[in-house]
């Protein structure tokens, strides 16, 4: 019996696996040394920029018109808890550590990256959170998200 079939008798789900997100840039070579010199990451000839936890497949569009970052989404008043959504819109969302997400956003803008929104902090639930945003040449955003339990009275 093979294992896919194996799987379905006894009701055990596929897995999905690592997600990578693709994105159509208007440069190729620019947004290649954009990812590798600004943020860190490590680019092959398949258009891989990689760095920690973090994937991205760097594409030429065909065309400016088809390089679209996300709009900011519009609020929710049905979360959880009493957030309604982010003010801008987010390409990427990468978690970080609490500690980490200032040294990452300092490392960037010495390397000449383009800080979007600076950290901010804010609470939902138990929880607080601290975010930032990281705008790469095309316009997307990439946040970088942190969050841990309230420390505040």
Known sequence: MSE?????????????GHTIQVRL???LKKSQEYYRDVLGCHIDNWGHAERDGMTVILQQAVSPEDVRPNARSQKRPDYPTEWKGPDYGWDTFIHVS???LDSLIEEVRRLGGHIAVEPFTDAHGNHEFKN??????DGYHIVLGAMRENHRS
């Open 4 to 16: 896919q079939a194996a799987k379905t008798l006894t009701g055990q789900k596929a897995k999905f």
């Open 98 to 100: 609490w500690d980490d």
């Open 25 to 27: 840039v208007s440069d």
């Open 132 to 137: 930032a945003y990281i705008k790469d040449p």
